[in-house]
């Protein structure tokens, strides 16, 4: 397109008959975006004088912030704890193949491996915007191996690690170089993890508590040393208790410090969690919900056996274990899916459902001006869906990246 001056600029786009996801409201306005980001129509009638270039119209649709998922372990045949030659390809795939559910950006998590898998992996996720190739890698996400013991769940026991001496150096031994990395979820009951978690905090790295026998005062304490983020809660930790709830009390606790919000990743996958848990946690502290997917390599690819990390995984229906166990391994529910039933579960509004996917680990990642909101300003990463939350296309930097056959017709 050409200005008055003739010179090239960006063409408007302008999305119609839509409802639009804004300030915890579904609004019906129009979207309007431009070289990928969201705009102010405002700005662009009476100091631009532009009107749009191109119109779209949803059908009605909602316009929701692009999913966020902050903890998938693979997909697709695909597992990110493996020291394969080709990484990326698998992130790749991966990031591509999550799309039609709307998930626009992602942490790739590394469940407990030796340090050798850490090294070699590491260096090959860096972080990277997404677009037509696939969704946008935020940073890794490190589940373990300084976790409990006896919270391990589905990690492997002969890898766990504790700290020595020196603390932080144990932590860079073993992962090697923290460039790519943007969560790490250790046990806080640990000797010296208060030191590791104000060291990783002050990288700008979250630190999330889980896979822990923590009580209440020794969360709360990792909470005032950094800690902000809580891993799928409820599963791999102490279970609530009257007297001392554990983790699970950082929810409603008064001894966080003036101003810090806690966030948890809650798996809504149906199998993890029972209704009343996510009713629970939501009516709780609904702010600092996030759904997670939790998602392993046995995603999209039905019955059988199959890997994460260095253990064997058995997918039998809706559910994955460890091979020879009744363990729970992971889930193997898209992001979507996830929505729906958190929905459903907790009665909540679609507007609350689809924040906890969005805007909630866009502010967990201190993201929120950018991602997770439709916000003048803020990227054009978005999610089209129907009025029963089903995915009829997902939008990166303003481009279609994906849309349902039925939409195309």
Not at 79 to 102: C, E, K, N, W, Y
Request: with cysteine.
């Amino acid at each position: 397109m050409r200005n008055g001056k003739g010179s090239v600029r960006a063409p408007v786009l302008q999305f119609t008959n839509c409802r639009i996801l804004r300030g915890r409201r579904l609004l019906r306005e129009d979207l309007w975006v431009r070289e990928g980001h969201i705009v102010d129509p405002e700005k662009l009638f009476f100091e631009e004088r532009l009107v749009a270039d191109q119109q779209r119209d949803c059908g009605g649709c909602i316009l929701a912030p692009g999913f966020i998922d902050v903890q998938i372990n693979g997909g697709f045949g695909v597992d990110f704890s493996q020291a394969t030659q080709d990484v990326g390809s698998g992130i790749a795939l991966v990031a591509q193949r999550i799309l039609p559910h709307g998930v626009t950006s992602f942490c790739p998590t590394l469940v407990t491996s030796p340090p050798e898998v850490y090294h070699k992996v590491l260096p090959q996720i860096p972080v990277k915007s997404g677009g037509p190739h696939g969704a946008g890698v935020l940073g890794v996400h490190l589940e373990g191996p300084f976790i409990s013991r006896e919270k391990r769940g589905a990690h492997p026991e002969a890898h766990l690690r504790s700290y020595e001496a020196n603390a932080f150096h144990d932590v860079l031994a073993t992962y090697g170089s923290l460039d790519n990395v943007r969560i790490v979820t250790l046990a806080p009951e640990l000797g010296r993890s208060h030191e590791v978690i104000q060291a990783l905090t002050a990288r700008g790295i979250c630190v999330s508590l889980g896979h822990s026998v923590a009580n209440l005062r020794v969360a709360e304490e990792a909470v005032q040393s950094g800690a902000t983020f809580i891993t799928h809660l409820f599963n791999a930790m102490l279970p609530f208790h009257h007297r001392d709830p554990g983790i699970v009390g950082l929810l409603t606790s008064d001894r966080l410090p003036p101003g810090r919000h806690i966030f948890y990743g809650m798996i809504s996958d149906g199998m993890h969690t029972n209704p009343a848990a996510l009713r629970i946690a939501h009516r709780a502290h609904p702010q600092g919900m996030v759904l997670v997917t939790d998602a392993v390599p046995a995603l999209g690819l039905g019955n059988g056996r199959h890997t994460l990390g260095q253990q064997e995984v058995e997918v039998d229906g809706l559910t994955a274990y460890v091979a020879g166990t009744k363990t729970l391994s992971g889930s193997i529910a898209p992001m979507d899916v996830c929505v729906r039933h958190f929905l459903q579960a907790t009665g909540c509004s679609v507007e609350s459902a689809l924040e906890a996917a969005s805007l909630h680990p866009a502010q967990l990642l201190g993201l929120e001006k950018h991602k997770g909101t439709l916000d003048f300003g803020a990227d054009a990463d978005f999610v089209m869906l129907d009025d029963s939350l089903h995915v009829r296309a997902t939008y990166i930097s303003g481009d279609l990246v994906w849309q349902a056959e039925e939409a195309r017709q």
